[in-house]
Every structure is written in structure tokens, then in C-alpha cells.
């Protein structure tokens, strides 16, 4: 590939996070390919123009888990810093709808150069896969891949670099198979996932809403190729150490291919969830049915070599349970708050978190549940399990666990409240226009916010809004892209900005807090603890739950300043616009709830 001066005024401020030996060698070749397609009306893109600077890591210390303490807070999340790079794409047309709702366009892609490429995908293997492991940065081979799935790849990775335009080409090869895959449309569903991705948290509300239209058609292709039918890779067939080298490195692109179709497909499900948070509707599929098993440790999907991940697949389990039966264990018979007996990485926790949160989005505005869909106290229940399954799983790193955990408070939150319908409450009733907060769900009838700000549940959300906050603050800036952090810190400000309308803008909340005390009720705890948890009795979190007070005496409590922590979300959000442009939206919304509470 070429290093030239160019290169380099493109990867200013990012070249500590560049590893060049492991820079694409191909690119240039890759570039000729994909600038030599014959005919370029064929592509259908999702259209995106965002405009992101650079980000530098920085590496420092963090907590392990939920703030158990409100107090000594230190945020690693600073301003990013802004700099110039290479233009990727420089005229863009519009949006043409059909009716049948595809969106197609052309595009002129003279600026884009195999440097840039170059950079692109490497920063795509190294800052998003990272926080949503789904492709095998090992075996992965530019010729095998179609041209959508690498220029949504591309698209992604140009995200971290700083182009002012960045484009996602799309194309429907449904017939597509690579030559590991166990059935065609994987680079299909992964095409559709990462073009998702892109427009869920895209600048541009016509593709934040054509994003949410398209969501349901990667389960609707999954289930046409058969993806959901297809076996595993089998524990039988991972080759001996003797085996010859070139039949252990067909056995492993063999597993990596369907190790990719598997995390795709359950990346597939991550979204949803998200997604239908953040837009207010269902999820487009059952969660809870979910047949697939736990995919492999995160240690084999990142070995670098056959020898490497036999090494790790020999310790592996042969049989890995469903996602169907790990949800079943969440809702036994008999309430239970035991960890779960399954080691479970931050991707499939993440997976388990959304399944919990479609239960939670399947009920209504007044708590009434869909006939068979368990209630909001089963949930809660199911969620203290995920909890102390999340706190004693030793093998998560310090930034897995935050990035899980960020999540749980958020479902937490919602169980309590919905917040997407808050926030539209709050909007209505001041006249604020808003365009984060959609979907078919009406305002609560009768809700009153000020009356709501003095019950249980609020102060339950207010306390997990803050662990979100706290949270988001202590990630190091080279992990603050996972894609849920834009609609958890949103979730947390609309929690604050209720509060403060309501004239509650000085909190003294418990020094130390006992996470399930903040999520379980009482009406929770009495439906049977029969094994497992018991209620902390009198702890200052219940205190403060049920009373609205904390023990500690002035000068020692942990004392929150809502409207001063706004003014900090303000400036965390201006951070997040810089790789998801839906920080943007939610920026100005906070910036006018700011202006309304002075």
C-alpha cells in the first residue's frame, strides 16, 4: 500500500491507535475492484453524511462495575479533538424513494483513493469490531467479501478517521455465498447490519426512519437463506494438534465462517432491541425465542492463527446452550437471583439485555402486559439475575463490563419508565420539537410529571440515570463508541430534566447504593424469594427509595446538581456527535430543556 505525506496529515492525531503492521496490504487492488464496477446504479444505499473528527485514546483507569458510590467522580471523556482527513465521498445525491420504499442513488466516488480505503477498514477492525465483534479480523480476505459489505465496513471505519461526507454502498446479492459459508446471504445479513447500524444513529432523519422501516427484512433474510437452520460448527470437528496445517486452516475459516453468520444473526438481535427502544416501537422479532446458541469464547474469535484458536476451542464445551434456554432460567418458577451458571461474554450479555428489554417494550403505558409476555416485576427479577451474573464474570474486561452495564441501567430505567414516551411528554407540554423520540406509542393519558417526580419509581430512575452519567464518564474515550451510549446518556437527561421542571434540582442521594435495592420493589420481593436473594433491610438505598432521604449527614452525602449535570451531558453529547450523528438531535433537545429550566 502507499505511505505518503498524505496518508499522514490524514492519520494526524490518531497514530497511536494505528497498528501498520497490520494495515491492509491488498488495498490497492481492492480500490481498482471496486472502482471498476460496471454499472454504478446497481448499488441501493442508505445516505448518511456525517461529520467526524478524529478520536485519540485515552487509556486510564476505571471501576469495574456500577457505581457503588456517587462521589469522586473522574471523567476520561473529553472534548475530541477535530482535525482534517481525506474527503471520501464528495456529491451525494438525494434520497430517490420508490414506492416500494428502496432507496437507490449514484454516487461519484472520485476522491476515494486505496489510502483512504485503507484507513477505513483498518480503523473499522480496530475501534468497532472491538465493541461489536461480529467479523474475524483474522481470516478476513478482501476478494471473498462483496463490495456493499466492505464499503459498510468502509463507511463505519471512516466514522474514527474525520471525513465531512462518508457513504455506505448497498447492494442486494442475496445469492451471494463465500466460500466458507454454510448458506447464501451471510454477507447479505451483514451488509443490511452494518448499513442498520449506520442509519440508526445517523444525522439524517429520513435515514434514522428508513433505517426503522428496513429493520424487520435482515430476520425476514435470515430465515429465507436458512441461517436459522443451519448447524453449528461442531466441537467434533476441531482438528488435533498433528492434524496438517492445511486442514486446521480449512477447519478454521470453516468455523469462522459460521461463527460470523451466528454473531451476525444475534448482532441482528442486539439492534432491534436498540433500535426499538430508541424509535418507541416493538422489536420486529421474538426475542425470547431466539434458537441460537452462545457463539464461541472471545478468545478464539480473536486468535490470529489455526494454532491459536485450536488452543482455545479444545477448552470449550462441546454442547453451548440456546439463548431460548438461558431465558427460560431468567423466569423459574420460583423467584431466583443466583448468578447465572453460564460464562457468558459481554457480546451474549448483550443479546440476553435486549431480549429482556423487548419484554419490557411489549408492555403498555400503564404496565399491562401482552398476553404471555411476563410483567415488569418478573423482568426486574430477570434483571437482578443478569446483574449478578454481570458483576462475577471475572473474564470481562473493565470496559466490557461498563459497556454491559451501561445498557442494564438503561432497561433498568425503562422498567420503571418509559423514557422515549417521557421525553415526549416533556416536549409536548412545553412545545420543544423533537425528532429522536418517534414510533406509534401515545402519551400516557392523565400522566402528570410533577406528581410522578415524588413516587418510588422515579427516584429509582433517577438513580440509574446517574450510574449511566457516571458510567459514560469513566469509559476511556478509545471505547466510547459502543452504539447504545448515544440513547442511554439521552434516556439519563430526560430523566434529569423532569426532575429539575419539577424544582428538585439538588439531589442528596446514598453514599453507597445497593443496585438491587435501586431496581426491586417490594411488590417485586413478595411474589417469592424462595432461593436467593433477600431485601436488604433499612439500607440507605431503600431509604432513599421509599423516602426520598439519605442518612448521611450534610457535607458527607453525595450531592448531585441536576441542572450543572445537564450542562456536563451537554458537553457529552458534543462528544458522541462526532461518531453518531443522533447526538446531534439530542443535543439540541438538552440544550433547549437547558434553556428551560433557567
Same mark, same amino acid.
Given at each position: 500500500m502507499a505511505s505518503d505525506a498524505h496518508q499522514a496529515s490524514g492519520l494526524q492525531g490518531v497514530a497511536s491507535d494505528l497498528d501498520f503492521a497490520l494495515i491492509w496490504p491488498d488495498s490497492e487492488n481492492l480500490f481498482q475492484s471496486i472502482m471498476s464496477s460496471d454499472s454504478p446504479d446497481q448499488w441501493q444505499i442508505p445516505l448518511g453524511s456525517l461529520p467526524?473528527?478524529?478520536?485519540?485514546?485515552?487509556v486510564s483507569g476505571m471501576n469495574f462495575g456500577s457505581p457503588n458510590s456517587f462521589d469522586d467522580r473522574a471523567s476520561s471523556i473529553g472534548t475530541i479533538p477535530s482535525g482534517g482527513s481525506h474527503q471520501a465521498v464528495r456529491d451525494v445525491s438525494d434520497m430517490v424513494t420508490s414506492s416500494s420504499s428502496s432507496v437507490t442513488a449514484a454516487i461519484k466516488a472520485t476522491s476515494i483513493t486505496s489510502v483512504f480505503l485503507d484507513e477505513c477498514l483498518h480503523m473499522f477492525f480496530v475501534r468497532f469490531i472491538p465493541t461489536f465483534p461480529i467479523l474475524h479480523r483474522a481470516t478476513f480476505v478482501f476478494r471473498d467479501c462483496t463490495h456493499p459489505l466492505l464499503l459498510n465496513a468502509m463507511a463505519l471505519g471512516s466514522l474514527y478517521l474525520g471525513p465531512k461526507d462518508s457513504v455506505a454502498k448497498w447492494q442486494s446479492l442475496i445469492t451471494h455465498r463465500g466460500p466458507y459459508d454454510a448458506c447464501n446471504g451471510v454477507q447479505l445479513l451483514l451488509t443490511a447490519l452494518l448499513g442498520q447500524i449506520y442509519g440508526a444513529l445517523s444525522k439524517s432523519r429520513a435515514i434514522r426512519t428508513t433505517s426503522q422501516v428496513f429493520r424487520p427484512l435482515g430476520f425476514f433474510w435470515a430465515r429465507h437463506c436458512g441461517m436459522l437452520d443451519s448447524e453449528p460448527f461442531s466441537i467434533e470437528d476441531v482438528p488435533f494438534p498433528n492434524t496438517p496445517s492445511s486442514e486446521k486452516d480449512r477447519k478454521w475459516r470453516t468455523w469462522a465462517a459460521r461463527e460470523i453468520q451466528q454473531r451476525a444473526l444475534l448482532a441482528y438481535y442486539i439492534l432491534d432491541g436498540l433500535v426499538a427502544q430508541?424509535?418507541?416501537?416493538?422489536?420486529?422479532?421474538?426475542?425470547?425465542?431466539?434458537?441460537?446458541?452462545?457463539p464461541s469464547s472471545e478468545a478464539a474469535f480473536d486468535a490470529n492463527t489455526a494454532d491459536e484458536w485450536l488452543t482455545h476451542m479444545r477448552s470449550q464445551k462441546a454442547e453451548q446452550p440456546s439463548f431460548r434456554l438461558i431465558f427460560r432460567s431468567l423466569f423459574p418458577p420460583t423467584s431466583s437471583f443466583r448468578a447465572l451458571d453460564y460464562q457468558l461474554s459481554a457480546f451474549s450479555l448483550r443479546v440476553i439485555l435486549e431480549g429482556l428489554q423487548s419484554l419490557v417494550s411489549d408492555s403498555d403505558e400503564c404496565d399491562l402486559a401482552a398476553v404471555g409476555v411476563p410483567g415488569r416485576s418478573d423482568v426486574r427479577r430477570a434483571l437482578a439475575q443478569v446483574h449478578e451474573t454481570i458483576t462475577m464474570s471475572i473474564h470481562l474486561s473493565a470496559p466490557e463490563r461498563l459497556e454491559v452495564l451501561l445498557r442494564w441501567h438503561t432497561i433498568c430505567l425503562d422498567t420503571m419508565i418509559n423514557s422515549t414516551v417521557l421525553c415526549r411528554h416533556v416536549c409536548t407540554r412545553y412545545d420543544i420539537p423533537q425528532q429522536v423520540s418517534g414510533g406509534s406509542r401515545t402519551l400516557r393519558p392523565g400522566f402528570d410529571m410533577l406528581n410522578w417526580v415524588n413516587t418510588e419509581d422515579a427516584r429509582r430512575a433517577l438513580l440509574h440515570a446517574i450510574a449511566i452519567q457516571d458510567i459514560i464518564e469513566q469509559l476511556p474515550r478509545g471505547r466510547a463508541h459502543v452504539i447504545h451510549m448515544p440513547s442511554s446518556l439521552f434516556a =439519563?437527561?430526560?430523566?434529569?430534566?423532569?426532575?429539575?421542571? =419539577?424544582?428538585i434540582a439538588n439531589i442528596h442521594l446514598p453514599r453507597t447504593v445497593v443496585w438491587q435495592d435501586a431496581l426491586l420493589s417490594h411488590a417485586d420481593l413478595n411474589l417469592g424469594c424462595e432461593s436467593g436473594f433477600r431485601p436488604s433491610t433499612g439500607s440507605e438505598t431503600s431509604r432513599f427509595v421509599t423516602e426520598g432521604r439519605t442518612d448521611s449527614p450534610p457535607g458527607v452525602a453525595a450531592v448531585r446538581n441536576l441542572l450543572y449535570e445537564m450542562n456536563s451531558m451537554q458537553k457529552l453529547f458534543r462528544c458522541l456527535i462526532s461518531q453518531w450523528g443522533i447526538a446531534h438531535d439530542m443535543e439540541e433537545i438538552v440544550n433547549q430543556w437547558i434553556i428551560l429550566c433557567h
Open positions: 467526524i473528527p478524529p478520536v485519540v485514546q485515552d430508541m424509535s418507541g416501537d416493538g422489536a420486529s422479532t421474538r426475542h425470547v425465542a431466539n434458537p441460537l446458541t452462545l =439519563a437527561a430526560t430523566v434529569y430534566v423532569v426532575f429539575a421542571l =419539577a424544582g
